[in-house]
C-alpha cells in the first residue's frame, strides 16, 4: 500500500476515504473501498486532470477570442466547481490561474466592446447608405423617371437590406428601427408616385387610344374615294402623328389599319399615274426632240435668232401637254437652262445698247485719250532729261490709261 508521503497532493486512509491537502489542511473527497490505495489515489487525480484540461481549454478559448461574456461566466462556474472539486492535485494552482483569467477577462471585455461598438457604428453606416440611396430615388421627379429602371434598384436596395440585416452585426433596437421606418417611407413614396404615374399614363394612352380609332375609321370611309381622298388622308396623317402614344399593343394595331387604308388610296392613285405615264409617254417623247432642237441654242450668239427659235419651242413645248411624273424634273430642267442661256443674251445686248452707258464709256473714253496724249508728251520729255525714274513712271501711267481704253473700247 503507498504511503503518505508517496501522494504530495492526497492520501487514502484504512477505511479507504481519500483526501486532498490544501495548504497545511485536508479534505476528504470520496472513498475508494473496493481498490488499493495507488488505484483510490489515481482515481481522484484523474478527476483533477480533468479540471486542470477545462481550465486550459478555457485559457485557450480566451486566447482566440472568444465572447468575454460567455468566458466570464465559465470562470465563475470553473471557481466554484474547482473550490469543493472531488479531486486529488493542486487544485490551488487552478484556482491562481482561474483568477489570472479573470483580468484577462476584463481586458478581453475592453478589447471586444471596441470592436462591436466599431461594428455596429460601421453596420448602422452602411444600413443608412441604404435608407439614402432609397430616399434619393424617392426625390425623383416622377414625371422624369425611368420606372422599370427605378424598380430594379429598388428591390436591389431592398435585397442588400436583407442581406446585410441577415449577415450584419445586430443593432441597437431604436436606430434599427428610425433607419426602417425611413427606408419604408421611401418605398411607399416611390410606389406611390410609380402607381400615380401609371394611373396618369393609362389615362393618356386612353385618350390617343380614342383619337387613333377615331382616325382609322375616317380613314377607312376614304377607301371608296381612290386618289381624291389622298389629300384628306394626308391631313389626317398629320393628326395621327399628333394624337400621341396609345400603348404599343394598340399603337400597332391601329397603325396597321390606318395604314392599310392609305394603302389603299395610293394603290388607287399608283394605278391612275401607270395610265397617265402610258398615256403621256408620247408627248415625253415629242418633248425630247424639242429639246434636242432647243440645246444648240446654248451656243448661239445671234441674239434674234435664238430667240425666235427659243419662242417656237416654247410654244410648241406647252401645246404638247403632261409627260409622266417622274419626268417632269428632268426635261424642265434641260429647257430652263436653254432658256437661261437665252435671255443672258438679251442682257448682254442690253448692256451693249444701254444708251446711258455709251455716252458714259464715251465721256471716259475721251478723257482717256486726253490723259494719254498728255503722258505720252510728258514721257517724251522725260526721255530727253535722261531721268530714269521719271521714264519709268510716265511709262507705267501711260499703259496703265492705254490698258483701261481697250477695256471699253
Known sequence: MATND????????ETGTVFVREGDSERAVGQYPDGTQEEALAYF?????????????????IKRGTAA?????????????????NAVGDLQSLVTRLDALDGAVGELTEKQTAETKAATDAALAEREALVVEAETLAAQDPAKAQWKQVSATLDDIFARWQKHQQDGPRLPKNESNDLWKR????RTTIETHRKAFFAELDSVHKDARNKKQELVEKAETLIPKGLDGIPTYRS????????GRAGKKFDDALWAKFKTAGDALYAAKSEIDAKENEEFSANLELKLAL?????????ETDRGKAKDALLSVQRRWDAIGKVPRDRVKTIEDRLRKVETAVRKLDEDHWQKSNPERIARA?????????AIAKLEKELAEAKTGGNATTVKDAEEALEARKAWLRAIG
Open 291 to 299: 429639246l434636242t432642237e432647243a440645246e444648240p441654242l446654248l451656243a
Open 45 to 61: 487525480e484523474r478527476k483533477y486532470v480533468e479540471l486542470a484540461g477545462q481550465v486550459t481549454l478555457l485559457e485557450q478559448r
Open 69 to 85: 461574456a460567455d468566458v466570464a461566466k465559465t470562470i465563475t462556474t470553473l471557481k466554484g466547481t474547482v473550490s469543493t472539486a
Open 183 to 186: 427606408f419604408r417611407v421611401a
Open 236 to 243: 389626317l396623317l398629320d393628326e395621327w402623328k399628333n394624337a
Open 362 to 370: 464715251e465721256g471716259l473714253t475721251g478723257q482717256l485719250q486726253d
Open 6 to 13: 508517496q501522494a504530495p497532493w492526497g492520501r487514502v486512509d
